[in-house]
């Protein structure tokens, strides 16, 4: 089996004239398409807005934005950075899942995670969101929170006050209509949170899988 190793730099180091944010960190293959063209992801890639990374099978890969805030791309997901200059940041993440660090937020800064139907936003805080599958045929979505809080919003419901999702606490977002009341799942313990290589393992490895196994089964 041919062996995969992840490079590890500095953020700061990475950062050029009109770039936005930076890749820190990749275990696997993943790409950056930016307007139109498709290129290999490799430690050290410099961003910009509406840059799109895609993440293959088995790959991790992490992006630091300039505001210090994380991403944490999971195998077989796609993200956008849709605004990350600015006040008013937004990721767009149209399949699999991520987790975000994001730094505490001055009063008129803004961070938000959004899918096709469900948009989270966060005041500095740590958590984990998953859209779909790399099927394309599943729409659910699922949220938990391991610092801080979230405030999720649905479209397509007719709730126009956001449900809050506090520390410890996870919610399914059922066919981006129906969220379910906040409350404690031993799923989000397992999860793998790191975010610093060199702090230990970054990928999350079995426990993500059983983590979706587990919400297929227990929606309520």
Not at 51 to 80: F, H, M, P, Q
Not at 82 to 96: H, R, Y
Not at 118 to 137: L, N
Not at 159 to 169: L, R, S
Request: aromatic share 6%.
């Amino acid at each position: 089996m041919k062996k995969i190793i992840a490079i590890i730099i500095a953020a700061a180091a990475v950062y050029a004239a009109g770039e936005d944010a930076a890749i820190t960190y990749i275990h696997g293959a993943a790409t950056v398409t930016r307007s139109g063209t498709t290129t290999t992801a490799v430690s050290g890639s410099a961003l910009r807005e509406n840059d799109r990374i895609t993440t293959a099978d088995g790959a991790t890969v992490i992006i630091a934005l300039i505001d210090g805030t994380r991403v944490k791309v999971n195998e077989r997901s796609t993200v956008t950075l849709a605004a990350v200059t600015g006040g008013k940041k937004n990721i767009l993440l149209t399949l699999g899942s991520i987790f975000a660090k994001v730094k505490k937020l001055g009063v008129a800064e803004e961070f938000t995670v959004s899918t096709p139907t469900v948009t989270a936003a966060v005041r500095g805080t740590q958590f984990f969101i998953g859209y779909g599958t790399d099927k394309g045929i599943d729409t659910d979505q699922w949220l938990c929170v391991n610092e801080g809080a979230v405030a999720v919003h649905a479209a397509a419901t007719k709730d126009t006050a956001p449900v809050t999702v506090k520390q410890g606490e996870g919610i399914f977002i059922v066919n981006g209509k129906k969220i379910t009341k906040p409350k404690p799942y031993a799923w989000t313990k397992k999860l793998n949170w790191n975010m610093d290589a060199a702090q230990g393992t970054v990928e999350d490895g079995g426990a993500l899988k059983s983590a979706y196994d587990i919400l297929k089964k227990h929606y309520d």
